[in-house]
């Protein structure tokens, strides 16, 4: 993450009825932000077109995440995921995230949607120190071997629920 801004520790909440939308390119380039996203993350439509999405990637949200998300969308396949993010100003939100591919005619990805709603408080609970541990791993890994130390004690945490990562995540999510 390129951005130099220091996290507060005041949260941002979503309503329970809103929803951040955004698209990007098959890099991760926003090329559409709606204005929840603009309200939430504190950043004006000028700063967030053509920029990379993690510009809003809290440093408390391990990299593995990131992979395991790359992954999965580069199999043409949805993910669902816990996300914490960080707006302009330092403050920070959680989101439940949904990113699908968007494909051409053809069914060829073209770039990716991504809708996030408000998760329940017993998700953040949950999942905190799930990400507390992969960030330690991160760490203990080194730069270079953190994003693959991380996914690989997510993958290990959910092979030992004897589940699969979507019935997880899935199962964080409440209304």
């Given at each position: 993450m390129k951005n130099k801004i220091t996290p507060t520790q005041?949260?941002?909440?979503l309503g329970a009825d809103e929803m951040i939308v955004t698209k990007t390119d098959?890099?991760?380039r926003i090329t559409y932000a709606n204005r929840t996203f603009m309200r939430i993350s504190n950043f004006p439509e000028r700063d967030l077109l053509?920029?990379?999405h993690n510009?809003?990637?809290h440093p408390?949200?391990?990299r593995g995440v990131y992979r395991f998300m790359w992954e999965t969308l580069k199999q043409g396949q949805e993910f669902f995921g816990l996300v914490k993010n960080m707006s302009s100003d330092g403050d920070f939100y959680w989101v439940f995230a949904n990113v699908t591919p968007d494909l051409d005619a053809s069914g060829k990805a073209m770039g990716?949607?991504?809708v996030r709603r408000r998760p329940s408080e017993e998700a953040v609970r949950a999942v905190?120190?799930?990400y507390a541990a992969m960030m330690r791993a991160e760490r203990e890994a080194g730069p270079a071997n953190a994003p693959d130390a991380s996914m690989a004690l997510l993958k290990q945490l959910i092979a030992d629920q004897n589940t699969t990562y979507d019935r997880f995540v899935l199962g964080l999510y409440q209304d």
């Open positions: 005041h949260e941002v909440r098959l890099t991760g053509g920029v990379q510009i809003v990637r408390d949200m391990p990716y949607f991504s905190v120190p799930v």
